[in-house]
C-alpha cells in the first residue's frame, strides 16, 4: 500500500485537480487529506489517485476525484453547514464533505454499500457523518432543513421532496440531472426567498438514481 501513498502519486493528484481547474485551497487540502485507497476495492489501491472513476460493490461506483472536487467546490461550504448526500457509495464524498462542515447525512439504498461506508468512516475516525440506508426519492425520517444537499447518483429531474429540505436563505443544492444512460448536466440550484435559481454547470456521467430501498443486498 505504501507504493500508491507515495509523493509522486499524490503530487500528479494535486496537480491535476488544479490544472483541471479547481483552485479552492480547502477543497485541494481535503482531496489530499482522505485517502481515497481506503475507500476502493482493495484490488484498486494502485489506481486509487488517477483521476478516474472505479467500481464499487452493488455494481455502483466511485466517482472520480475531479467531479468530487468540482463538486464540493460548487457547494461553497462553511464550518457550520448540515448537509445532505444522496448516494453514500463508498463514503468517499461523504468523507471529503464532513471535513468542510458541521455534519452530513448520507443516504444510500443498498444495505451493503451503507454498512461497508459506516464502518469505514467509523475506523478512520469520523463522528460527524451519518450513514442511513434508505431512498433519496423518498426521505423517511429526515427532519430539519439542510444547508447544502448533493445528489451523486443521476435524477431524471430535481425532486421537489429535496429542494423543500433545502434551507430557504441561500441553500444549494448540486445534482447530476439527466437520461439514466445518456448525457447528464450537473446543475446547481439556490434557494432563496424569491424562489429556486437554476444554473447548469458541466457535462457528467453518473450511475442512475433508482427509486426505493434495494431489494438485493
Ligand atoms: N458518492 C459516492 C459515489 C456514489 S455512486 C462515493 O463517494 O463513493 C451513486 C450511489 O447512489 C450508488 O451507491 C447508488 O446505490 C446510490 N443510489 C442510487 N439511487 C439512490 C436513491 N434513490 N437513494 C439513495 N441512494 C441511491
Known amino acids: 500500500m505504501s507504493a500508491v501513498q507515495n509523493p509522486p502519486e499524490k503530487m500528479m493528484f494535486q496537480l491535476t485537480l488544479r490544472r483541471r ?3 479552492d485551497q480547502a477543497v485541494l487540502r481535503t482531496m489530499e487529506e482522505v485517502p481515497r485507497e481506503l475507500f476502493v476495492e482493495p484490488g484498486d489501491r494502485e489506481d486509487a489517485y488517477r483521476d478516474s472513476a472505479l ?10 476525484p475531479f467531479v468530487v472536487a468540482y463538486m464540493t467546490e460548487q457547494l461553497k461550504l462553511q ?4 448537509v445532505l448526500e444522496i448516494g453514500t457509495g463508498s ?3 461523504a468523507a471529503v464533505l464532513s471535513r468542510l462542515s458541521r455534519e452530513v447525512l448520507t443516504v444510500e439504498r443498498y444495505r451493503t454499500l451503507a454498512d461497508a461506508a459506516r464502518a469505514r468512516l ?3 475516525g469520523y463522528d460527524n457523518i451519518e450513514v442511513m440506508l434508505g431512498d433519496g426519492f423518498d426521505l423517511v425520517g429526515v427532519t430539519g ?7 451523486t447518483a443521476a435524477m431524471e429531474q430535481i425532486p421537489e421532496t429535496l429542494t423543500d429540505l433545502l434551507e430557504s436563505d441561500g441553500g444549494i443544492l448540486i445534482a447530476p440531472i439527466g437520461p439514466q444512460h445518456g448525457a447528464q448536466t450537473l446543475v446547481r440550484i439556490v434557494r432563496t426567498a424569491s424562489g429556486l435559481e437554476r444554473k447548469d454547470l458541466v457535462d457528467v456521467r453518473f450511475v442512475p438514481a433508482l427509486p426505493g430501498i434495494a431489494r438485493e443486498l
Open 122 to 124: 467509523e475506523t478512520q
Open 145 to 151: 432543513t439542510f444547508d447544502r444537499i448533493i445528489v
Open 79 to 82: 464550518r457550520n453547514h448540515r
Open 21 to 23: 481547474g479547481i483552485s
Open 55 to 64: 467500481g464499487i460493490a452493488c455494481g455502483q461506483t466511485i466517482s472520480q
Open 91 to 93: 463514503g468517499y464524498q
